[in-house]
């Protein structure tokens, strides 16, 4: 029998079974069942693909290795009513929402962020790094032992790891970060560092500014601990920013905010798009807070069209999303939300946004003119290469979590599943 023949042969058997109600289950693999998710659109390969996803203990299933090497088929089938299915989305800086405010060190640190990591699967958000702005240190100290890197599932979307945002940054691009707070690593470089955060144990992700005085040998030392490193809030030139990406750092700090704007003599930061001075090998990712408010369309076009595959969209969100206009806090600024806007208290400096992560992926595919796979794996399978975690999330390939969600074709949240478990459903 050829190959063809016998793929007739399953997919005939599989629709005897599924007009019958009742499908037989091989388990001389496991005895968990397996779920098949049918008439949907599956996000591969850069491509939406007319097939079935396959699930066992919250792993995505080979189905050539399931009918054929199992003799297995599934015990539970969900028809997704056309829905597209695209890996779950993953937020890499999201300052806290819903009154949560993770730079904030209350009495129950862990509570709030489950809080959120609730809330945020309505959004469409699986994974997320809880982001710390510019602090004292005894914040510092009191928060990030409370923050555990942690799984998802039913109770909420699962915790990477913790971005540091500063306080080892600019005073000429601090944005809202409280001038007060910031520090440096001058007087004794990568302990500096220790001294201000107290520990680096879970720490995903940390922003700093390249050119402050010993950067060279903190990113370094960063790199080397597997800590990934952000550049952002800057006057940074482009040579120091290369120099970094040389030492080690990968990223880029809500591009085109909070650091020097393009120009044509030196681009600073920005030129990292187009560098050619970079590492063999070395792949730059950047942030985007594709709110509609911090970068105009035209911005967003000219930086996916420059480099598609690194763009990362971000919240940015603050303690306000989700909440209804007013005063409210993040860290130790008081800030006021107008409109969709969020500025520090008195003044016109945007703070963070109150954007969710299901409103960015839209904004970004109208605004950028992008494919529709082009703007879920944005939030997706970049965000989860750029922490190193892209064999496991951000994607649907065979051995990968079964992280996803449910789209419409306008890209609404239908449904939130962690581990193949439905968490969420509107």
């Given amino acids: 029998m050829t190959l063809c023949e016998k793929e007739c042969a399953v997919l005939a058997s599989v629709c005897f079974f599924t007009v019958l109600g009742t499908m037989p289950s091989n388990k001389s693999v496991s005895d968990a069942p397996i779920t098949q998710f049918l008439n949907c659109r599956i996000l591969k390969e850069q491509d939406l693909q007319r097939e079935d996803l396959w699930v066992r203990e919250g792993t995505i299933l080979n189905p050539e290795k399931l009918f054929f090497d199992e003799k297995g088929y599934a015990d539970i089938q969900i028809d997704c009513q056309g829905s597209i299915i695209a890996p779950g989305f993953i937020d890499v800086q999201i300052n806290g929402g819903y009154g949560i405010d993770f730079s904030s060190a209350t009495d129950d640190v862990k509570r709030g962020v489950s809080l959120v990591a609730k809330k945020i699967l309505a959004h469409g958000v699986t994974s997320f790094c809880p982001t710390l702005v510019s602090s004292p240190p005894h914040i510092y100290h009191k928060v990030l032992p409370e923050i555990s890197i942690q799984n998802g599932g039913a109770e909420g979307a699962g915790v990477l790891g913790v971005h540091l945002e500063g306080p080892f940054i600019s005073q000429e691009k601090k944005g809202a970060h409280p001038e007060q707070c910031l520090r440096s690593f001058q007087a004794s470089g990568f302990q500096d560092l220790l001294d201000t955060y107290g520990s680096l144990d879970n720490v995903a992700l ?6 402050l005085p010993r950067s060279k040998e903190v990113i370094r030392e960063l790199a080397r601990r597997g800590v990934t490193v952000s550049l952002g809030h800057s006057v940074s030139d482009l040579s120091q920013a290369e120099e970094a990406v040389q030492q080690g750092a990968t990223f880029i700090t809500h591009l085109f905010n909070a650091m020097l704007p393009f120009h044509h003599r030196d681009p600073g930061i920005v030129g990292l798009l187009t560098s050619d001075q970079l590492p063999p090998g070395r792949f730059v990712y950047y942030g985007m807070i594709a709110d509609g408010i911090h970068t105009n369309p ?26 209804p206009p007013g005063r409210h806090t993040l860290g130790q600024q008081v800030i006021e939300i107008q409109g969709l806007n969020a500025y520090v208290a008195g003044t016109k400096t945007l703070c963070g946004s109150i954007a969710t992560m299901d409103m960015c992926v839209r904004h970004f595919l109208q605004a950028s003119g992008c494919t529709v796979e082009a703007a879920v794996e944005a939030a997706s399978l970049h965000p989860a290469q750029l922490l190193g975690v892209s064999d496991r999330k951000g994607t649907l390939h065979y051995g990968s979590d079964a992280d996803f969600v449910f789209l419409d074709d306008s890209l609404n949240v239908r449904a939130t599943y962690i581990a193949g478990e439905q968490v969420w459903k509107k």
């Avoid at 940390?206 to 050119?211: C, H, I, K, N, R």
């Fill in 298 to 323: 035209a911005a967003l076009r000219i930086a996916h069209r420059t480099h598609p595959t690194g763009l990362v969209l971000v919240t940015d969100a603050i303690p306000a999303m989700g909440l």
């Fill in 206 to 211: 940390m922003t700093l500014a390249p050119e």
